[in-house]
């Protein structure tokens, strides 16, 4: 059993079935993919989560060409406060026409998936690992640090997570002229409130009208600031720092929508060994680097480590 359908937990329920192994995948949401979500708002198609990603490595590009063909480069360039244009050392950004979270939906297509399915507990026995009333060989925890800590009983997550909070925010095209000069915008840690700031217009069709849409990521320390105040609050403070940022006249704000992911991203992953119960595995940004590709590769690892225990067994 894989607990969460994620990137990670798709790619290693897919790498089992590949080897002939039964996997079923338990999702606490309604719909696959978790971080690497899309939001119809507004009538635009817009990533709440995973922006962009990377295929360094020929397996993922394998697996991008022959399971996902409608993928595009992102030619506009990032720049930093400074204007100065920063290259992504893992090479071009692509993104998914029909948005991200597609990608999920097609790693998702033949597999066992229990979606709107919480996991509340695990129980390790002799006989096997015990959920939902079934027992299982290997259970794989396919979730953020501290979820699966608490799953496995590990007392700490072996990494900690940063909650982030995300604003989309939708222009009207006469009040902008800036967006046009790049796709995004990064700032250094420190430079509160927004830690980054994209316009989805550079991603070709997905913004309907004559309407100009970022997405705005908040700097960790605004988000634990405002985790848990009334979206009005934080989706003001967002736009302003929006708009002093690609000059935008105030007035120019149509809408605007928060979204709060708690566990948003890894501080840093973890190169330890983590002690786990026997048949208990790990996958996902716990223990790989925080992105698309890397958590697809590494849900693929891990499930050649689940395919040698249940051979050793
Ligand atoms: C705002 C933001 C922007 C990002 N931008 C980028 C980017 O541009 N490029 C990039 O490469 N990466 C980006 N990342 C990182 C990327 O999203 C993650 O590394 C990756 O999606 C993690 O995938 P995962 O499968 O490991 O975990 P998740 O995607 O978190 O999947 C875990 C799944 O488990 C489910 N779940 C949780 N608890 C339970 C439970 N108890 N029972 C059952 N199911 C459960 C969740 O609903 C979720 O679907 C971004 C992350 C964030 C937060």
Request: proline share 6%; charged share 20%; with cysteine.
């Amino acid at each position: 059993m894989i607990i969460g359908a994620g990137l990670a937990g798709l790619s290693c329920a897919q790498a089992l079935v590949a080897e002939g192994i039964p996997a079923r995948v338990f999702e606490r949401a309604w719909v696959v993919g978790g971080r690497c979500a899309t939001r119809l708002w507004q009538g635009h198609l817009v990533d709440t989560g995973v922006q962009y990603f990377t295929a360094q490595s020929n397996d993922f590009k394998k697996e991008l060409l022959t399971r996902l063909r409608q993928f595009r480069p992102i030619i506009s360039p990032v720049l930093d406060r400074h204007d100065r244009i920063v290259v992504s050392p893992a090479g071009p950004r692509f993104y998914v026409l029909q948005g991200n979270n597609y990608f999920a939906h097609v790693l998702s297509r033949g597999l066992d998936i229990r979606a709107n399915t919480t996991v509340e507990t695990v129980m390790f026995h002799a006989g096997g690992i015990e959920c939902l009333g079934e027992t299982y060989p290997a259970v794989v925890s396919a979730l953020p640090g501290p979820e699966t800590a608490r799953l496995f009983g590990l007392g700490k997550s072996p990494v900690d997570y940063e909650p982030c909070l995300v604003a989309l925010l939708e222009y009207g095209e006469t009040a902008v002229t800036r967006a046009r000069e790049c796709y995004a915008r990064l700032l250094p840690e420190g430079n509160e409130p927004v830690l980054s700031s994209y316009c989805e217009n550079h991603k070709a069709g997905r913004i309907v009208g004559n309407k100009i849409v970022f997405v705005v990521q908040g700097s960790p320390r605004f988000t634990r600031e405002h985790a848990d105040s009334p979206a009005e609050v934080y989706l003001q403070l967002m736009a302003k720092a929006n708009e002093a940022l690609w000059r935008i006249p105030s007035d120019g704000l149509t809408a605007s929508y928060g979204h709060l992911w708690r566990q948003g991203r890894p501080l840093e992953y973890t190169r330890q060994k983590i002690d786990l119960p026997p048949g208990a595995f790990i996958c996902g940004d716990t223990q790989a680097e925080s992105t698309v590709e890397n958590v697809w590769l590494d849900g693929r690892a891990t499930a050649k480590k689940v395919v040698d225990y249940l051979k050793g067994r």
